[in-house]
T-cell receptor, first 115, second 116 residues
Framework: AQTVTQSQPEMSVQEAETVTLSCTYD???????LFWYKQPPSRQMILVIR??????QNATENRFSVNFQKAAKSFSLKISDSQLGDTAMYFC????????????FGAGTILRVKS | DAGVIQSPRHEVTEMGQEVTLRCKPI?????LFWYRQTMMRGLELLIY????????DSGMPEDRFSAKMPNASFSTLKIQPSEPRDSAVYFC??????????????FGEGSRLTVL
């Protein structure tokens, strides 16, 4: 069975600083996708960034980047220049390529950005 | 473009009552997912449809839960009879599945259900 583990229930960071959220996963699949979703207090789930397992280059989206270590099955999210609007619950998610977009989510990490 | 639309946004009901949650996926999407979010269990996939056909309902907790997708633009999740432990936020999500696509799900705003 595929599992996703986020070991940090809560994190805090000062505005403008950098923070890294951890995620590990367990799978026997070789082709898969990884995602980070953000859930602000409004409850809406928003895609932050995605990574395809066959790509060695780490994905980046503006202030968001990932450190994808396939052998270690690790997929951390780095947020640079943190902003107050980044305060949210962050979910790491995984899906094997052949599973029809069926995502398995981690438990989430609450990130609080302080002014 | 309209996103995934869910209704109701909030529902408060009494134990034993029937609850129906509704979802309109993004036009053109061919996969639809129902997730449940609770503090204790996080986000759980209940069921998903591909081209209106249920593909995997292994996450449906028990027979009190049922889901339908009569056409490509509408799905319902029904709980009958409802129980307090069903209290949660229920999310609908849709995506366009094509061989080799990246699997991004687009979520609705969720329906918060409270069963008293």
């Amino acid at each position: 069975a595929q599992t996703v583990t986020q070991s940090q229930p809560e994190m805090s960071v000062q505005e403008a600083e950098t923070v890294t959220l951890s995620c590990t996963y367990d799978t026997s699949e070789n082709n898969y996708y990884l995602f980070w979703y953000k859930q602000p207090p409004s409850r809406q789930m928003i895609l932050v960034i995605r990574q395809e397992a066959y790509k060695q280059q780490n994905a980046t989206e503006n202030r968001f980047s990932v450190n994808f270590q396939k052998a270690a099955k690790s997929f951390s999210l780095k947020i640079s220049d943190s902003q107050l609007g980044d305060t949210a619950m962050y979910f790491c998610a995984f899906t094997p390529r052949e599973y029809g977009n069926k995502l398995v989510f981690g438990a989430g990490t609450i990130l609080r950005v302080k002014s | 473009d309209a996103g995934v639309i869910q209704s109701p946004r909030h529902e408060v009901t009494e134990m034993g009552q029937e609850v129906t949650l509704r979802c309109k996926p993004i036009s053109g999407h061919n996969s639809l997912f129902w997730y449940r979010q609770t503090m204790m269990r996080g986000l759980e996939l209940l069921i998903y449809f591909n081209n209106n056909v249920p593909i995997d309902d292994s996450g449906m907790p028990e027979d009190r839960f049922s889901a339908k997708m009569p056409n490509a633009s509408f799905s319902t999740l029904k709980i009958q009879p409802s129980e307090p432990r069903d209290s949660a936020v229920y999310f609908c999500a849709s995506s366009f599945r094509l061989a080799g696509n990246t699997g991004e799900l687009f979520f609705g705003e969720g329906s918060r259900l409270t069963v008293l």
